[in-house]
C-alpha cells in the first residue's frame, strides 16, 4: 500500500499529469457551468422544499445557500470524475510503458459502459448526498461519511478503467478490487483541499493503476 500510494505521488507532479489535470478541469468547469444554467433554478427549488421542514424562515434560508453551493460543487467534482474516465486511457498506457514496460495493453475500456458505470456512480452519489445532507455537519462522522461517499463515485469506474486495459479475466478483475475503497478514499481526501481536489480523479486513476499492476508484478517475482 506505501508503495503504491508513494509511486502515484511522483506520478501526479509529472509534467504529462499537470497537463492532462488541466485540461479536464476545463472541460469539467465548462460542462458543469452549462448544468448549473439549465438547471440551477429547478436545484434551488428542490432545496428549498427539501428543508422546508426546519420551523425557523432564517434557518431555512442560511441552510439552502449551503446546500446549493455544497451541490453546485458536488456537481463539479462528478464532472470532473466522468471527464477523467472519458479521457484518462492514454495516460494509463504512458504511466505503465514509464513503470511496467513488459506488461502489454490486452484490451480497451467500452466507452459507453465506461460513461453509464460514471453516470451510475454520479447518481448514486447525489442522491445519497442529497438525503443525507444533514450527516455532514456531524464532527468527524460527516468527514468520514464524505470519504465514503466519494469513494463510492470513484471506486467502481476507476477499477473498470483500469482493468480493462490490463485484465482479461473477469475473475482476475474481480479479485482486484480488494482494498480498493481505501485506495478510493484516500484520492478521495483531495476533495477537501481547494484546488487540489481537482486531481483528485486522476490520483485514483493512477493508485488503481499501481495497485492492479503493482501487485501482478509482486505476484510474478514470488
Given at each position: 500500500m506505501t508503495q503504491i500510494i508513494t509511486k502515484s505521488f511522483k506520478d501526479i507532479f509529472s509534467k504529462t499529469v499537470l497537463l492532462f489535470t488541466l485540461k479536464v478541469t476545463l472541460i469539467s468547469a465548462v460542462v458543469t457551468a452549462i448544468i448549473a444554467w439549465l438547471f440551477g433554478s429547478m436545484l434551488t427549488g428542490f432545496v428549498k422544499s427539501?428543508?422546508?421542514?426546519?420551523?425557523?424562515?432564517?434557518?431555512?434560508?442560511?441552510?439552502?445557500?449551503?446546500?446549493?453551493?455544497?451541490?453546485?460543487?458536488?456537481?463539479?467534482i462528478i464532472t470532473i470524475s466522468i471527464v477523467t474516465s472519458l479521457m484518462v486511457e492514454p495516460l494509463l498506457i504512458k504511466l505503465t510503458a514509464k513503470h511496467y514496460p513488459d506488461k502489454p495493453v490486452?484490451?480497451?475500456?467500452?466507452?459507453v459502459k465506461s460513461l453509464m458505470l460514471s453516470l451510475k456512480a454520479g447518481l448514486i452519489f447525489l442522491v445519497i448526498f442529497l438525503f443525507t445532507f444533514p450527516v455532514m455537519f456531524i464532527p468527524l462522522v460527516g468527514a468520514v461519511w464524505m470519504l465514503w461517499l466519494w469513494s463510492l463515485l470513484i471506486k467502481e469506474p476507476t477499477l473498470y478503467d483500469v482493468g480493462s486495459l490490463?485484465?482479461?479475466?473477469?475473475?482476475?478483475?474481480?479479485?482486484?478490487?480488494?482494498?480498493?475503497?481505501?485506495?478510493?478514499?484516500?484520492?478521495?481526501?483531495?476533495?477537501?483541499?481547494?484546488?487540489?481536489?481537482?486531481?483528485?480523479?486522476?490520483?485514483?486513476?493512477?493508485?488503481?493503476?499501481?495497485?492492479?499492476?503493482?501487485?501482478e508484478e509482486v505476484g510474478s517475482r514470488k
Amino acid at each position: 500500500m506505501t508503495q503504491i500510494i508513494t509511486k502515484s505521488f511522483k506520478d501526479i507532479f509529472s509534467k504529462t499529469v499537470l497537463l492532462f489535470t488541466l485540461k479536464v478541469t476545463l472541460i469539467s468547469a465548462v460542462v458543469t457551468a452549462i448544468i448549473a444554467w439549465l438547471f440551477g433554478s429547478m436545484l434551488t427549488g428542490f432545496v428549498k422544499s427539501y428543508l422546508s421542514w426546519i420551523p425557523w424562515e432564517w434557518l431555512q434560508t442560511t441552510g439552502a445557500s449551503v446546500a446549493t453551493v455544497a451541490i453546485a460543487y458536488m456537481l463539479f467534482i462528478i464532472t470532473i470524475s466522468i471527464v477523467t474516465s472519458l479521457m484518462v486511457e492514454p495516460l494509463l498506457i504512458k504511466l505503465t510503458a514509464k513503470h511496467y514496460p513488459d506488461k502489454p495493453v490486452t484490451g480497451s475500456p467500452n466507452i459507453v459502459k465506461s460513461l453509464m458505470l460514471s453516470l451510475k456512480a454520479g447518481l448514486i452519489f447525489l442522491v445519497i448526498f442529497l438525503f443525507t445532507f444533514p450527516v455532514m455537519f456531524i464532527p468527524l462522522v460527516g468527514a468520514v461519511w464524505m470519504l465514503w461517499l466519494w469513494s463510492l463515485l470513484i471506486k467502481e469506474p476507476t477499477l473498470y478503467d483500469v482493468g480493462s486495459l490490463f485484465v482479461s479475466d473477469p475473475s482476475e478483475l474481480k479479485a482486484k478490487k480488494k482494498g480498493t475503497t481505501i485506495l478510493a478514499m484516500i484520492a478521495a481526501a483531495f476533495n477537501y483541499i481547494p484546488i487540489v481536489n481537482i486531481f483528485a480523479a486522476v490520483f485514483a486513476q493512477i493508485l488503481f493503476l499501481h495497485h492492479v499492476l503493482g501487485s501482478e508484478e509482486v505476484g510474478s517475482r514470488k
